[in-house]
C-alpha cells in the first residue's frame, strides 16, 4: 500500500523518527509498523535507499554499533526538521489512518475505477452496436435502392408499353370512331378499316398486357429494362412509321 | 479461548488462521496488514460486539437480540462499523444483510455473502461472493471467481481469472478481466459486457432467448444466427461462455489506448 505516502513524504517521516534519538534501519521499520497499525509495512529495500539519499545530502549519519548501523540526526537533518516541521506534521496527520479510513480509500478507488469501466464499455457497446447497425442499414438500404430502380425501371416499361398502347387505341379509335372526318378519304373502305383496327387494338393490347406483365413478372436488371424501352419506343417508331406511310400521303 | 463483548473495540491477536465477520448492518472492512491481528469497531446501534478466537480462527460478530424481550427493549436492528487488519494470508469469511464490505488484500480466496449491502474486493488470490440485491465490485482478482447475484450488479475489473463462473438474474455482469481458464456467465435479464484485450484468445460462445448478442472481434469458425453467436477469437483459448434469456450479449475490444 505504497499510497500511505506522497511523493518525497517518507523521507520527511524517516527524519522525523530519527528526531527522539538513534534508531537502526530494522528499528524505524518496526516503529512505522506500529504507527500504522499494521496496515503499512515499509520494506527494507525502501527504507535503506532513502537512509544512503539523506546520508548523502548530511542530513543523517551513521555508525556501526553490534554489526547494526544506527542513524541519527546530524545538526543539518535537526535544521531541516525544524524548518519543514509543518509539512512534517501534516505527512504525519496524513499517515496516520485509521483501518476504517483505509478501508474507505480503497472502496472509493475500486468504485471509481468501476464507474470509469461502465461508463468506457457502456461507450464500446453502443459503438459496436451503431457500428453493426449501420452496416446493416448499409446493405438494407443497397438491397432497398436495387429493388427501388428495378421498381422504376418496370414502371418505366410499362408506361412505354401503355403509351405506345394509348397512342395505337387512339390511332385505332380515332380511325374507327370518326374516320370520315380524321380520314376523308379512306372512308369508303369503312368496313375494311373497321376490321383492320379492330385486330391491330387486340394485337396492340395483347401487346401491352404482354409486355408490362413480363415486365412485372421478370427480375429485369437496368439494362434488360433500357433495351425493352428503346425496343418500345424503336416498335412504336416502327409501327406510326408505317402507319404513316398510308396511301393517303401518295394522295397529298 | 478469547472472548470479548464491546460497544467500542480496540483488540489485537496474535496467530490467527482465519477471520470470520458476521453482521447486520453499517460497515465491515477486512484488509491485510502487516503485525498483529488488529480488530477495531464501534457499534452504532444495537448490542455489544462478540469477539472470538477459538483455534486460531477469529469470529466477529454483531447480531440482532435473539431473544423477544431482548428486541422489545430497543434492540431490533444492529449497526457497527467493523475493521480488521489482519496478515495476507488468512483466510477471510465476512457475511453481512445490509453492512457494505470491503475485503483486500488477501492471498487466499476469500467468502463474502450479503443480502443488500455492496461487496467490494481488491487485490485478492480469488473470490467466492454472493448478493441478492447488493453490487458486488471487485477488482485485481487474480485465482478463481464465483458469483451469485439476483439483481446486484457484478463488475470484475482488472486481475487475472483462471476460471470465472458468474451468475446473476436481473443483475447486469460488467467483466474486463484476462480470462485465462473457463468463464461461464449467466443471466436472466441483466445485461452482459465483457471487455477483452485486442489479443485475447477465447472460444466464444453466446446464447439468448431474446436479448442482442454483439461481437467487436472478429470471429472464426462462426455461429451466428439471433439466438447463438459462437466462434473462436483470436485462434481460440479457454471457452468463453454466455447465456441469457433477454439480456444483452456485448463484447468490446480494450485498445492498447484504454490501458
Known amino acids: 500500500m505504497s499510497r500511505v505516502f506522497a511523493h518525497g513524504a517518507l523521507r520527511l517521516y524517516l527524519l522525523s523518527l530519527l528526531e527522539d534519538g538513534p534508531r537502526h534501519g530494522y528499528e524505524l521499520i518496526r516503529m512505522m509498523e506500529d504507527r500504522f497499525m499494521g496496515l503499512y509495512t515499509p520494506s527494507a529495500g525502501t527504507v535503506y535507499p532513502r537512509l544512503t539519499a539523506l546520508e548523502d545530502v548530511g542530513l543523517v549519519a551513521h555508525e556501526v554499533i553490534d554489526g547494526k548501523k544506527v542513524y541519527r540526526l546530524t545538526d543539518a537533518g535537526r535544521g531541516e526538521v525544524a524548518e519543514r516541521r509543518k509539512e512534517i506534521d501534516d505527512v504525519v496527520a496524513n499517515a496516520v489512518k485509521s483501518a476504517g479510513e483505509v478501508a ?127 425496343a418500345l419506343i424503336e416498335a412504336r417508331q416502327v409501327v406510326i412509321t408505317a402507319l404513316s406511310a398510308d396511301p393517303t400521303d401518295d394522295r397529298r | 479461548m478469547a472472548g470479548f463483548n464491546g460497544d467500542e473495540l480496540d483488540l489485537e491477536f496474535g496467530v490467527v488462521a482465519s477471520v470470520e465477520v458476521v453482521v447486520v448492518g453499517g460497515e465491515v472492512s477486512v484488509t491485510a496488514g502487516g503485525g498483529p491481528v488488529r480488530v477495531t469497531g464501534i457499534v452504532i446501534e444495537g448490542d455489544p460486539v462478540k469477539v472470538s478466537l477459538d483455534h486460531g480462527s477469529l469470529r466477529v460478530s454483531h447480531s440482532v437480540a435473539k431473544h423477544l424481550l431482548d428486541q422489545m427493549r430497543g434492540s431490533m436492528t444492529a449497526t457497527a462499523h467493523i475493521s480488521v487488519v489482519a496478515p495476507p494470508d488468512v483466510t477471510v469469511k465476512v457475511r453481512s444483510v445490509s453492512a457494505d464490505v470491503l475485503i483486500a488484500g488477501f492471498t487466499e480466496p476469500p467468502a463474502v455473502a450479503t443480502v443488500s449491502g455492496s461487496v467490494t474486493v481488491s487485490e485478492v488470490g480469488g473470490l467466492t461472493a454472493s448478493t441478492v440485491s447488493g453490487p458486488v465490485e471487485a477488482q485485481a482478482i487474480r485465482g478463481d471467481l464465483a458469483v451469485n447475484a439476483v439483481s ?108
Open chain 2, 152 to 259: 446486484g450488479p457484478v463488475t470484475i475489473l482488472g486481475g487475472r481469472l483462471e476460471t470465472t463462473a458468474v451468475k446473476a438474474a436481473s443483475g447486469e455482469i460488467l467483466l474486463d478481466a484476462e480470462v485465462l481458464g473457463d468463464t461461464t456467465l449467466t443471466t436472466v435479464s441483466g445485461s452482459v459486457a465483457l471487455r477483452l484485450p485486442d489479443d485475447a484468445v477465447a472460444m466464444f460462445d453466446a446464447a439468448t432467448v431474446s436479448g442482442r448478442l454483439d461481437c467487436a472481434f472478429p470471429l472464426a469458425d462462426s455461429v451466428s444466427t439471433k439466438r447463438k453467436l459462437a466462434g473462436s477469437i483470436g485462434g481460440g483459448g479457454a471457452r468463453l461462455r454466455v447465456r441469457t434469456v433477454s439480456g444483452d450479449v456485448a463484447v468490446v475490444r480494450k485498445r492498447m489506448a484504454d490501458l
Open chain 1, 104 to 230: 474507505r480509500e480503497i472502496r472509493d478507488e475500486v468504485r471509481s475505477s468501476v464507474r470509469d469501466l461502465r461508463q468506457e464499455i457502456k461507450e464500446a457497446v453502443k459503438d459496436v452496436r451503431r457500428e453493426e447497425r449501420r452496416v446493416g442499414r448499409e446493405s438494407e438500404r443497397s438491397a432497398r435502392d436495387a429493388a427501388r430502380d428495378a421498381r422504376d425501371i418496370a414502371r418505366e416499361a410499362s408506361r412505354d408499353a401503355q403509351e405506345a398502347a394509348r397512342m395505337a387505341r387512339d390511332l385505332v379509335r380515332g380511325r374507327t370512331g370518326d374516320e370520315s372526318r380524321l380520314y376523308p378519304e379512306v372512308v369508303t373502305d369503312g368496313d375494311d378499316f373497321r376490321v383492320l383496327f379492330r385486330s391491330l387494338r387486340r394485337d396492340l393490347e395483347a401487346f401491352v398486357s404482354d409486355v408490362v406483365a413480363a415486365a412485372r413478372q421478370h427480375n429485369i436488371d437496368a439494362d434488360r429494362a433500357r433495351q425493352v424501352s428503346a
